[in-house]
């Protein structure tokens, strides 16, 4: 497959340059995916967790940031607006075979303002080693060129956190065993070295993100049946492309840190 270019700024799934790839990693017992805000894990990894969770994981989300800033209205009610994406994440997470209301955990930082701050790294940590997740999932912070500052300090948080929530001396505050994850997969990968297969979940991957009602026009450009049905088709086609290197009919792609 030939390499392609792929805009770091439209949220899902990066370009596949990479000629050598891995894919499909053993189910895990647990899964935990971190997002910069409410559908960035639904973009990223959605159809792996759906995946998963169809065949016994446990999968937790974890948010970061409120939400807030997702709308074009500049009368918008705010607050309002993270109380409703707090219950379109939790409703995705279920739609994705998740547990609910307790898988899923929300930083609430500002959105726009994400900070990898010590705080916040601590606060990611204390979710790893309470869930205690096999596959740690989330944004790649070494993507070149994207501009959004909450995906690249997302990233960077839970790479950080995962050094944080292994090793003993740190935040002993926690009261809490450390935790070692098996493997790290990156989505928005700079470097696509791995992908799995979601041709039995790309439906439910749509079904999670079409939760997500608030974000129709700002993110999904989907102001009317005919765009949802073109924002689907962008999202299939874009699986099909990621999957074709594997002879797959659709695919997720992802940098993988297996070295934890
Ligand atoms: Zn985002």
């Given at each position: 497959m030939t390499a392609e270019r792929h805009d770091p700024n439209v949220p899902g799934q990066p370009?596949?340059?990479?000629?050598?790839?891995?894919?499909?990693?053993?189910?895990p017992a647990v899964a935990?995916?971190?997002?910069?805000?409410?559908d960035d894990v639904e973009f990223g990894a959605g159809g792996t967790?759906?995946?998963?969770?169809?065949?016994?994981?446990?999968?937790?989300?974890?948010?970061?940031?409120?939400?807030?800033?997702?709308?074009w209205?500049?009368?918008?009610?705010?607050a309002a607006l993270?109380?409703?994406?707090?219950?379109?994440?939790?409703?995705?997470?279920?739609?994705?075979?998740?547990?609910?209301?307790?898988?899923v955990v929300f930083c609430r930082r500002v959105d726009g303002e994400l900070i990898a701050d010590a705080t916040t790294r601590s606060e990611v940590a204390r979710v790893i080693r309470m869930v205690r997740?096999?596959?740690?999932?989330?944004?790649?912070?070494?993507?070149r060129y994207r501009l959004h500052p909450d995906h690249r300090a997302a990233g960077q948080l839970v790479c950080d956190a995962i050094v944080a929530a292994r090793d003993p001396h740190?935040?002993?505050?926690?009261?809490?065993?450390?935790?070692?994850?098996?493997?790290?997969?990156?989505?928005?990968?700079?470097?696509?070295?791995?992908?799995?297969?979601?041709?039995?979940?790309?439906?439910?991957?749509l079904w999670a993100l079409e939760a997500h009602e608030s974000q129709f026009e700002s993110t999904m450009h989907a102001t009317d049946d005919a765009a949802m049905e073109q924002f689907r088709q962008r999202v299939r086609e874009r699986g099909a492309q990621i999957g074709s290197a594997l002879s797959m009919t659709a695919a997720e792609a992802f940098h993988r840190i297996d070295r934890l």
């Open positions: 370009g596949l340059a990479a000629a050598t790839i891995g894919h499909n990693l053993d189910v935990l995916a971190v997002g910069a805000h409410p967790l759906a995946k998963w969770a169809a065949a016994g994981c446990r999968i937790h989300h974890l948010v970061l940031t409120d939400g807030s800033k997702g709308t209205d500049p009368d918008a009610d705010t993270v109380d409703i994406r707090e219950r379109e994440q939790i409703e995705a997470h279920r739609r994705l075979g998740g547990a609910g209301a307790d898988a997740p096999d596959v740690v999932l989330g944004h790649d912070p070494w993507k740190f935040h002993r505050d926690h009261g809490l065993a450390p935790h070692r994850p098996s493997d790290l997969l990156l989505w928005e990968a700079d470097e696509v070295d791995h992908i799995e297969d979601i041709s039995s979940s790309l439906d439910t991957k």
